[in-house]
């Protein structure tokens, strides 16, 4: 058996010691001195949520295939532990080998958050790697960033040696064939990043320069050298029923946020909400086969044990295959004894009907995300649920004897109005009322619950919001007062909860998401002074960012409050997610209109994302 | 049919908690494709128990769980089954048949074997055979042995004389000393073997370091009919392939 890198009189003094021995069912195992990559893959927050992740599973497996590759996992260790290994000087280690991760060839991080940053630094920093890239020398490890947030990769730009922008199906293994090669003909560490940079969906910051105009904005974003792309273009795979998909995913001792098998249904969403980025940068929808789908749940539900299983999308009431599937899920669960948990289900007559096949008398809530509170502001964001939908759904939901339900909205999103805002316990109220209304006094089980969720809007790039405003923390809780106070006017308002998050994080989080390479300071600040797990609540520190942007001398409302003009360069445009700028502005104008627009299944829109050449822009063209 | 399984944990597998052991074990049933029985209700769970609780850090040679199952193969194709789906630090060592009404492991346990040693030798200032003069003096030669039990609302003396059946010191390896002890388990008078050289420690005026032992069980008992320890497998013997249909066919003893 291995070394654990950390001593028993450690792993006895921490929180939950299993998190860091590896061992897990379905982890791999190689002899390093036979493989020629090693290759950290690494979810920059606590092993629970990591460990959840399906992407960092997908390219453990992938990577994991080649004989000349050792992929291992690294998650952030918890403050205690930190404590523990900054006062020893314990190198960060991959959960496999248990070896310093400093030796291997790779660290890859997965961006799933902006919140998630100063963890990045935390890794490099318990990694003993230097954390501006340009400070790495030669046996350093090339880190990589991977994951939504590498469609603005430039506020942590500075820390990366290159970004994989796409799916990594599709390029990795070129890149670690040039880094084998690299390796055997000694080639510097600059002389490899010039190379990758070539490999379509690799992004080498240092090998771009970044002009700004007097008034902050970007003049031009430019190559340093002739033969390296003008562009990035996002790798997404054509045909996603042959993607690797691991049949064998690693298990986990503790009990993790996402404790069950997983079956990745479709890619992309083919709905187009205005505020989505992953409606986006996901596009196009792609369908896996139904048949192999059914062979994937077989393998994985035999090679993990797992007692539940859940569909993974965007939308799965949009898989075209949804009932068949599911009736062969039904039975295979119902003999193996094991739970389905289907989630981002429109709630209609077909979703509620299999909600009760799956969940017997137990009735758990059920969730609407109506987003906003009037059919005006849904048309903005084009979140094309009525108000007819939710009611019906409602309506049948109580008929077949739920009684909690919870609905979804945002506040702050683009012309949102003192109405919009109203509106939100008011739709409670009449879903409050019409469970009254419908089910008779006999038959009901209790009082009826409408919990209200809001969060605040945060425009995110690559979408029609990309040109949006956000506003001020004080204005965020404003309006959430004003939910809160109406809630209290409402005939029903025993009926309903309401629930808001504070707003601090949020524009924190817009000025991330929409931050250019000057906010590298102030993140690299922040995390010198002690911050980070920036994603917990009880760990995240506004007063220390705030400070950090004033000692850094950058305006965070330069970011967040802005409205930016047609024609602005953002810091990400020099990718090419697919869908083209021109497509993201013309519904930007319609979204001002109030101009609803029909998703990729009703009428193509020349989003840009055919270029991919698959899914959803194909089907019917046989 | 009611399946008594031994299995030993070892290695970094200590720093996994009981409860996520038993998180481990149901999903390592469905892996071997056991035939367990369910619960009856809305949300079905394998019938599966264990006997005594290990603590984190502590490793075990003679663990023991319980299950039903409507039907399986021999003793020996069922243990090796599950070694197919173990990981690296745990390993079946052997699976038996139970009476149909024989109490739950839970339920059995009287007594269990602990070797404990020091994780860190610097931390031990006396010899293995120190040691044991130590104990003959604290422990053998005194009629009482009490130690301060606290509980969440209070605290009370116990007598440990009637509740330690065995204790000794020796030397494993050169230079490493080894406590050895039979203690009273179960859900009444469980005691903890730390709890014992805590007091030994104390009346010999050694500083005492639990951080610093290593917990082994290696065995964990029930008593016969004669009132004598036997292992918590003996209650039960090996099994041919047995299928338990309506009204039962019943398997056979090897």
Redesign the interface.
Known sequence: ??K?ALN??I???IEK??RY?????NSVMKDPSKVDIRFAMCFPDVYEIGMSHLGIQILYDLFNRRADTWCERVYSPWPDLHRIMKEQQIPLFGLESQEPVRRFDFVGITLQYEMCYTNVLQILDLAQIPLLAKERGEDMPIVIGGGPCTYNPEPIAAFFDCFYIGEGELAYDALLDLRIAAKKEGLSRAAFLREAAKIEGIYVPSLYEVAYRSDGTVAAFTPVFEDIPARVKKRAVADLTDAVYPQKPV?P???VTQDRAVLEIQRGCIRGCRFCQAGMIYRPNREKDINRLKELAVQI???????EISLSSLSSSDYSGLSQLLDFLLEECRR??I?ISLPSLRIDAFSLDIMQKVQ???KSSLTFAPEAGTQRLRDVINKGLTEEDILGGAREAFLGGWNRVKLYFMLGLPTEEEADIRAIPELADDIAALYYETVPKEQRSGKCQVTVSTSFFVPKPFTPFQWAEMFGEDEYKKRARAVNEHVREQLNRKSIRYIWHEPDMTVLEGALARGDRRLSDVILYVYRHGGFFDAWSEYFACGLWLEAFRVCGISMDFYTKRQRAADEIFPWDFIDCGVTKEFLLREWMRAKEGAVTPNCRERCQGCGARQFEGGVCFEDQN | MKIRIKFRKWGVMKFVGHLDIMRYFQKAVRRAHIDIRYTEGFSPHPVMSFAAPLGVGATGDGEYMDIEVNSCPSSADLTAALNAVMVDGVSIVSSVLLPDHSPSAMAAVAAADYTVSFRNDGGNPYEAGRWQELIEQEFYSCSRFTIIKKTKKSERELDLKPLVYRFFAEEDAPGKTAFHLTVSTGSTDNIKPEAVLEALFARCSVPFDPMNLQIHRKEVYTRDEGGRFIPLEAMGVPFAEAILTEGGKHPCAL
Do not use: H, Q, S
Not at chain 1, 21 to 25: C, K, R, Y
């Open positions: 058996m291995r654990p028993d009189e792993l006895l003094k010691p299993a021995i590896g061992n897990e069912v298990v001792f503790l009990k539900l035999d090679a993990t044990g797992y007692d193996r004894r739970n017997d008398v137990k």
